[in-house]
Structures are given as structure tokens and as C-alpha cells.
């Protein structure tokens, strides 16, 4: 039976080289000059810092453009708010959302079965979702549903087995 998993992941190593672009194009730039802009990376969230909360602001545009670039999904990020620090500086803390949650697996088993596609049933496995069907064809249908849907999280399809 032909089968594939729907999941949603974040390319690290694609980030941290997006994180290091934009640091260095940030210490070359003249409108970041003696702003100390500098965009520190973690395994769960990106901390954003300048001496002023417009040159944060300047900042997360930049790496929102070095993430493009790179073919990040933008929904990965999560941005919260600037918050202001010591001298005036500002600082701001962007988490990186990679995983189906419950929730989310819920609704896309939801929308598969509303498709009324015969043969088709899908499972909630961990962080994916695993899609099976009698046909290949089905599923590729269900794949190209998704594909024209927005999610608030980017969805990549994996494991596409006859």
C-alpha cells in the first residue's frame, strides 16, 4: 500500500548560515554602524539585539530576507515583542516552530477524511503524519490539497512509498 508522511521541519543548518549572513552583513552595512545589531542563534530561538528597537526591527528584516534567500519558510518563525534594555538598547526573542502539535495532526487528519477519498486514512504518529492509500494517485491528490492550503506551519511530505 502506498504510503508518505506529512511533517513539518526546519533545515538548522540552512538557518544558521542565514543567522551568519545577516550578522556579517549587518557588521558591513552603514546603517547598522555603532548599533552593536548583532543576532545570537540557539537550537529553539534567535535573540535579536541593537541599540535601538528601530535597528532590531531593521535587523529581523534582514534575516527574514537571508532566510528567503535560503528557502526558509518564514512561518517558522515566531517573533515576539521588542523588549526595551538596559541604555535604550532593545532586544528581541524570535522562537523557531518545527513539529505537528496535536492539535494540528487533528485537523489534517480531519481535512483528509473530509476529502471523502476512498482508500485513504491517515494516523497520527509522534510529530507526523503518516497518509495511506490503495492508490498512488489518492494520495497524490491529497498531497496537492495541501500544497494549495495554508497552514501556519510549513508542511514538507516525506516518505512517498508504492
Known amino acids: 500500500m502506498p504510503t508518505f508522511d506529512i511533517v513539518s521541519e526546519i533545515d538548522m543548518q540552512e538557518v544558521r ?10 557588521s558591513t552595512r552603514f546603517d547598522f554602524k555603532d548599533t552593536d545589531a548583532l543576532i545570537e542563534f540557539s537550537e529553539k ?3 535579536l539585539s541593537a541599540n535601538t528597537e528601530d535597528r532590531v526591527r531593521a535587523l529581523y528584516d534582514l534575516l ?3 532566510l528567503v534567500k535560503r528557502s526558509v519558510s518564514l ?3 515566531d517573533p515576539g515583542k521588542i523588549e526595551p ?3 535604550g538598547s532593545g532586544r528581541q526573542k524570535v522562537a523557531l516552530k518545527a513539529g ?6 487533528k485537523k489534517i487528519n480531519k481535512i483528509i477524511k473530509d476529502l471523502n477519498l476512498k482508500g485513504v486514512s491517515s494516523s497520527i504518529q509522534g510529530e507526523q503524519v503518516r497518509v495511506t492509500g490503495k492508490q498512488r494517485d489518492d494520495l497524490q491528490g491529497v498531497i496537492s490539497h495541501f500544497k494549495t492550503n495554508e497552514f501556519e506551519v510549513p508542511l514538507q511530505f516525506n516518505n512517498f512509498r508504492d
Open 64 to 66: 527574514q530576507e537571508k
Open 100 to 105: 505537528l502539535t496535536q492539535e494540528l495532526g
Open 17 to 26: 548560515n542565514a543567522v551568519d549572513q545577516a550578522n556579517r552583513e549587518a
Open 85 to 87: 534594555a538596559s541604555g
Open 75 to 77: 512561518k517558522t518563525l
Open 45 to 47: 530561538e534567535l535573540t
